[in-house]
């Protein structure tokens, strides 16, 4: 099974690095700067424990990878642009290609669906960090992350078990889920910090305002009639597996939006996992006002180049109306 990371960044460059450190044949798609960077001197992985280059073959296009029978095609680009990424994907790919989802959010799925009948979830809990052309970070030892895996929309097939057992290979903690869905959707309402940790900073994370927008997101899910695992199981299923530790004496400076800030890619998330809430709000008449202004503000920090946390959690609640 030749596994194909479409994606490369935090997420794809550390999932894809540990499976080629554990034996498995991969190759990473990426772009620009990074992509160069790539071809030119191997990915650099670092952990607390080592930094390593890993030569890994990268290329800069589904076409570019020649796609075959039995290959898996992991997308891992931000949920903004799998739209194109799919239709560039389903011009040069087999019609039975798998395809896993390994992002945030619930719409990825339903995305490669429309073009490919085997399609995955993956439940992703992993803290990497990309702030460097050919550089990923794995802030989490000797667990690298968690990564829960289920054909979509339900069920477990042989695909998702042989997913699933390349992970648990390369120091993941992977289970084949039949309800990964449930937990994609917890993983969403955990998400929903990301858009307050990139506007107001990462302090704001222990502020009314992420409290605020989790119990709008209880009360959309609800009225929606959405099934997703509690907190308890979550904070089962979570444990002590993830232990964050610094890299090169830094800890990790903040979440993958708070990252497009940083960055200044132009683009954030945002829309696909606060935006899902006040999407479903307005399907089903649940007023949703943190999580729209979160969607706002975060968008607008994007297109304009602001930095992250330039706004304080008391200055964004003050923008809300009433």
Known sequence: MRIVIYGAGGVGGVVGGRLHQAGHDVVLIARGDHLAALRRDGLTLRSPDATVVLPIPAVGSPGEARLRPGDVVVLAMKSQHTVDAVAELARVAPPDVAVACAQNGVENERVALRSFADVYAISVMLPATHLAPGVVDASSTPVTGMLDVG???????????????????????????????????????????????????????????????????????????????????????????????????????????????????????????????????????????????????????????????????????????G
């Not at 993830?242 to 998330?269: A, C, F, V």
């Not at 996992?273 to 202004?293: F, K, M, Q, S, W």
Request: glycine share 10%.
């Open 151 to 321: 054909r979509y929309p339900a069920g477990v097939d042989a695909t998702a078990e042989a997913i699933a057992g390349a992970f648990a290979s390369a120091t993941f903690d992977s289970v084949a889920r039949p309800d990964v869905m449930r937990w994609k959707y917890r993983k969403l309402i955990l998400n929903l910090g990301n858009a307050v940790e990139a506007v107001a900073g990462t302090s704001a994370r222990d502020s009314p305002l992420l409290e605020r927008a989790v119990a709008e997101a209880e009360a959309v899910l609800d009225a929606a009639g959405i099934d997703r695992a509690s907190p308890d199981e979550d904070l089962a299923r979570r444990g002590d597996r993830l232990r964050m530790r610094p890299i090169d004496g830094e800890r990790r400076p903040g979440g993958s939006s708070w990252q497009s800030l940083h960055r200044g890619s132009g683009s954030i998330e945002t829309d696909y996992l606060n935006g899902e809430i006040v999407l479903l709000g307005r399907c089903h008449g649940v007023p949703t006002p943190v999580n729209a202004l979160l969607q706002r503000l975060a968008r607008d920090a994007a297109s304009s180049g602001r930095p992250p946390g330039a706004m304080t959690a008391d200055e964004v609640l003050g923008l809300l109306p």
